[in-house]
């Protein structure tokens, strides 16, 4: 993902004001200003959806949300608690120390592009098909991200085993936020075929999810596979992955929105 992130954090359009560009809203948010790649697509933007959802997880750079400062429109009021519940049992808006108290363990992460970002361990509502969760509170000491990666797996050349998984968490995170929106790269393979005067021709179509060679596809960056959620309040972003050994595993990097408007809002109380 891209490593510039500004200091500024961003409000949130009302929903009912801006339902006819919610989802394009949320959908910036979620996956900086990165589209759709079509397979017809310049070089640059197949370059930056690979750059998005890189098989390693310390390639997942912090996202930057450049344009939704100009959709502003919601406040959060002086004050308003951002203490609330968050996955695997933390807690978002809570600080380094009240995270510990919790009995949860925190080892610097050595993220340069986050500041006070930690993998956290004996967390309270742990998940065996997670093999690290990283946490991130920011300069202002308050957790507003949480990123999830899978346990690293063994799987067959068309991904069967992640794309189960896959599968299994988008229907969870869709329940649990909504407003799914699935983004899928294909490769380009070459094709054996023949013209209108029956002479053989080789072209390149677009290889569909789970085809006999989807794995190496998405080690290599040729295919790629992610969906976005949300609310009022949480984005969330899933991924598949496949590391440099060929195992797949699954991303989920969920931002607290609620946080980040008040950041946004802050700033430009003092400028």
Do not use: C
Request: aromatic share 8%; glycine share 6%; hydrophobic share 40%.
């Amino acid at each position: 993902m891209p490593k510039l992130f500004a200091a500024l954090m961003f409000l949130l359009a009302a929903l009912p004001a801006r339902a006819q560009n919610t989802d394009s809203v949320y959908r910036e948010i979620l996956i900086d200003e990165t589209d759709y790649v079509d397979p017809d697509a310049a070089d640059e933007a197949k370059a930056a959806a690979r750059k998005l959802l890189s098989a390693k997880p310390r390639e997942l750079k912090r996202q930057n949300f450049p344009k939704l400062r100009q959709r502003t429109a919601k406040a959060i009021l002086p004050g308003e608690n951002k203490i609330q519940a968050a996955p695997f049992g933390l807690m978002w808006g809570a600080t380094v120390a009240e995270t510990k108290n919790q009995g949860i363990q925190l080892a610097p992460a050595g993220e340069k592009d986050y500041v006070n970002n930690f993998s956290a361990t004996h967390l309270p509502k742990a998940l065996s098909d997670f093999a690290r969760v990283d946490v991130t509170f920011g300069d202002n000491d308050e957790l507003w991200r949480i990123i999830a990666y899978g346990e690293p797996q063994e799987d067959t050349p068309d991904a069967s085993k992640v794309m189960r998984l896959y599968k299994i968490y988008n229907d969870l995170l869709t329940k649990k936020y909504g407003h799914p929106q699935q983004f899928f790269t294909p490769a380009r393979i070459p094709v054996e075929k023949t013209d209108d005067k029956g002479r053989p021709v080789t072209v390149e179509e677009p290889a569909p999810i789970g085809n006999p060679q989807f794995l190496s596809q998405l080690q290599s960056g040729a295919a790629e596979l992610y969906s976005t959620y949300y609310n009022d309040e949480i984005g969330a972003a899933l991924a598949v992955n496949v590391d440099g050994e060929g195992k797949s595993y699954i991303v989920v990097d969920y931002k607290n929105l609620k946080i980040l408007r008040e950041r946004e809002n802050q700033t430009l109380d003092a400028l």
